[in-house]
């Protein structure tokens, strides 16, 4: 069963999307591995009081996104660039079997 990784970031949302869409490539590259790493969802979500984004991924397992997080040192260059000072720590979770899923 797959799990949900979770990334919060400190920084501020419209600077984080501007250093994102700086390179549209780049991005592009690294969704590419991500997808090659076993990635099946992600998305960018900023909160809507501000200073903090969250990233949300779709993974095989934890350490499948431990090992692509931890081989892509542009990540880090990225998260640089939109303000990122302090290293953010995934968090995984499982889905539960309940019967109001939908």
Not at 4 to 33: F, W
Not at 64 to 70: A, C, D, K, T
Request: net charge negative.
């Amino acid at each position: 069963m797959s799990v949900m990784m979770g990334l919060r970031i400190t920084a501020d949302p419209a600077r984080v999307e501007e250093a994102l869409n700086s390179d549209p490539e780049r991005l592009k590259r690294i969704a590419q591995r991500a997808r090659d790493a076993g990635c099946t969802h992600h998305r960018f979500y900023a909160n809507e009081a501000g200073g903090e984004v969250l990233v949300v991924d779709e993974w095989p397992d934890a350490a499948s996104f431990m090992r692509f997080f931890e081989s892509s040192p542009d990540i880090g260059e990225m998260m640089g660039e939109g303000g990122v000072t302090e290293q953010p720590t995934p968090v995984f979770w499982r889905e539960l079997d309940t019967p109001d899923k939908f």
